[in-house]
């Protein structure tokens, strides 16, 4: 059976061409501008949704029906053979590299095979939004979204047929898309995580369905025979040429408002918002376009947007498996809020390389000849000459080592990235010694005492540490805890000269420590350091929950002397964040701020404030883990944020070094002091005995 090719429209494939470029841009150059350039994915929605809902409405007006059968091949063969290169290609690299990036890969793999990736993440608790994820396949949520249109959208299209007026049709796909965007609202409001609202088909169809609408906008095929359709759509008539004229320039600025909106920052925090008017405007940059003679449509076409949208599937298929790649082999780990330039640049030529090759040797034959003409040709290839022979081997060799390889990648996969398996180990610890009995026999206290926690926001860096506003021979203000076993005069040798005190550590049952996953993957390394201290610490705490976790343990009478604060892995702080939890103390207790480590973009700025802090406040000090691990990031896990059991040690001794120090300093400072007087007694006395 013969069904009408699908139009060529003026500007799609410039249009494709720039939401492409939207999101490659937007992955691997984070810290530039597009800031939401995420939306580049809406552009794709919005284009698929017309496209495929015109060539439907032309169909069904040259044949009286759809062969559904017939329509899901042709989707089968545009996008089966581009998405198995990349899939067993990068599978197989990533095989190769190990590690992180091997993590949840056969439930990506099922999902990339079964085109149920979006909904397969969400139930796994991926996110789209994590900076420090490697999923390597993240990309493909959206090929799931569309071909999951695509299977449903030409069973309820009949439907729709039934409305005899245009003006219906079009309601009801706009009624439609209004309920996709209201029930993403509502899902966040009722709790969902903002991935389930963005991965999901229900609640991210609206720019589909936007291109449903405009379709059936556009849509002469009932009035005229469908072969006569052109590719800008029907001339128009001398009461629309005002109208003609002036799409062009409203296309033109609506294509302008798309890249402004590409650049909002953090419109993730209002989605759908931020999505939906990209997806609006998408519309009327399509609707400007392929009008008759459209000055725009000419623009969009021009050569090389046209090559980046001919090929745009397959730049967008590899982009972000290369990106996670390239970034792993060049730093050890994959922070897509932090990819180095050099890694981006080389992630895009070898990204416009392996889409052209692909467009070339797989996607182009597939397309005109199907997948048993495909075959035939190969086969044809392998008994021709010997440089077509060689080819051939070579793309069989290719797919096998591929098939080969993926089933390595998957096999191997860890159950848990590193990072989860050193919190995991920490919170084993803190079980353990609450389990462990205490020297008299009795269970010991609990080593973690967890309060209610608050909302969660994201991870660290390197700093000096900080001393309080004490001034030199004084008593620090504020009444320290006073250190165990030191003395409140010190001792003194014959000569009245005092003698250096002896520092005794601040023993565990003394010390409370606050903090997030990097305290509670070092759980175990604080526990064998000083035994007996109170950790309480979970993931994705950050500093502005500090102060209210602090008032929970001194109204429970359970905050020691010391309280350790680590909570500056994942956002920003601010001072009154700070003095929140300064007050929350009190003024008989000592406070301890470790600093940050981590490859994120605010941890220069916590580690500026927490130095800051102590440094104008009495009883507060700086546990600079930034700079004792900066050189030993081996000893992290993937993230480069964890630390694994040695580097757990690290932290546990150097939190432990900034309590004896604060705990210790009075004598210190009364050391020194007393060496001054005594100085200064010698040299009066040198003087007396002079006269």
């Avoid at 990106?323 to 780990?333: D, P, R, S």
Wanted: glycine residues 10%; hydrophobic residues 50%.
């Amino acid at each position: 059976m013969i069904t009408p090719t699908a139009p060529r429209y003026a500007g799609l494939d410039g249009l494709r061409a720039v939401a492409v470029l939207i999101v490659v841009l937007y992955h691997l150059f984070p810290a530039w501008f597009l800031r939401s350039g995420f939306v580049g994915v809406d552009v794709f929605f919005v284009i698929s949704g017309f496209l495929i809902t015109s060539l439907l409405l032309r169909e069904r007006a040259a044949t009286g029906r759809i062969a559904l059968a017939v329509f899901w091949k042709r989707r089968a063969r545009r996008l089966l053979p581009a998405l198995a290169a990349v899939v067993t290609v990068c599978a197989s690299l990533a095989w190769l590299i190990g590690g992180d990036v091997l993590v949840g890969l056969g439930r990506q793999v099922l999902g990339a095979a079964t085109f149920s990736y979006n909904w397969l993440a969400i139930a796994g608790g991926s996110t789209y939004f994590s900076a420090g994820e490697p999923e390597l396949f993240r990309n493909l949520w959206s090929l799931a979204v569309e071909e999951q249109f695509y299977l449903v959208w030409p069973l309820m299209l009949p439907v729709l047929m039934l409305a005899r007026r245009r003006w219906m049709r079009v309601g009801a796909a706009l009624v439609l898309a209004a309920g996709s965007a209201t029930w993403a609202v509502g899902a966040l409001a009722s709790g969902a995580t903002l991935t389930r609202a963005y991965y999901g088909t229900d609640t991210h169809a609206f720019g589909l369905l936007l291109g449903v609408a405009l379709a059936f906008a556009l849509d002469r095929s009932s009035s005229r025979m469908a072969g006569s359709a052109t590719a800008g759509g029907a001339t128009p008539t001398t009461g629309r040429a005002g109208i003609a004229v002036r799409m062009p320039l409203v296309g033109g600025a609506a294509l302008i408002g798309l890249l402004v909106v590409s650049s909002w920052p953090d419109g993730a925090s209002v989605y759908p918002a931020v999505p939906l008017i990209a997806s609006v405007l998408t519309a009327v940059v399509i609707a400007a376009a392929v009008s008759p003679g459209s000055p725009l449509g000419r623009a969009l076409d021009v050569a090389p947007l046209r090559w980046v949208g001919e090929r745009s599937y397959g730049i967008y298929l590899w982009h972000w498996p290369v990106v996670v790649q390239l970034t792993i082999a060049a730093t050890g780990t994959i922070v897509d809020t932090a990819i180095p330039l050099a890694v981006g640049v080389t992630a895009l030529v070898v990204t416009l390389g392996a889409s052209a090759v692909s467009y070339r040797v797989l996607e182009q034959p597939v397309r005109r000849l199907g997948a048993r003409g495909a075959v035939r040709a190969l086969g044809l290839r392998l008994r021709a000459t010997p440089v077509r022979r060689f080819g051939a081997i070579t793309v069989v060799a290719a797919g096998a080592l591929g098939a080969v390889g993926t089933a390595a990648a998957v096999a191997a996969a860890p159950p848990v990235s590193s990072s989860e398996a050193v919190v995991q180990a920490g919170l084993e610890a803190l079980a353990d010694a609450s389990a462990a009995p205490a020297p008299n026999g009795t269970p010991a206290p609990p080593a973690a005492s967890p309060t209610p926690p608050a909302a969660s926001p994201t991870p660290r860096a390197p700093e000096p540490s900080a001393s309080t506003s004490a001034a030199p021979g004084e008593a620090v203000p504020g009444a320290l805890p006073p250190a165990p076993g030191v003395a409140a005069r010190p001792p003194r040798a014959d000569d009245g000269r005092p003698l250096p005190p002896v520092h005794t550590p601040v023993p565990g049952d003394r010390i409370t420590a606050v903090g997030d996953s990097v305290m509670l993957a070092s759980a175990g390394g604080l526990l064998d350091e000083r035994p007996g201290m109170q950790i309480d610490a979970a993931v994705s705490r950050s500093m502005w929950q500090g102060g209210e976790i602090v008032q929970t343990l001194a109204a429970q009478g359970a905050l020691r002397d010391y309280v350790v604060i680590g909570l500056g892995t994942n956002g920003p702080v601010d001072d009154e964040e700070l003095q929140t939890l300064y007050d929350a103390v009190g003024p008989k207790r000592c406070l301890v701020l470790v600093n940050a480590f981590a490859p994120r973009d605010w941890i220069d700025g916590v580690n500026t404030e927490l130095t800051s802090f102590a440094a104008t406040h009495p009883r507060v000090a700086v546990a600079d883990w930034s700079r004792a691990i900066a050189p030993k990031v081996d000893l992290l896990a993937g993230d480069q944020i964890h630390p694994g059991p040695t580097g757990g040690a690290v932290y546990a001794d150097t939190v432990a070094g900034a309590l004896d120090a604060l705990a210790n300093r009075p004598a210190d400072v009364g050391y020194r002091a007393g060496m001054v007087h005594w100085a200064l007694a010698q040299a009066e006395g040198r003087a007396l005995d002079a006269r």
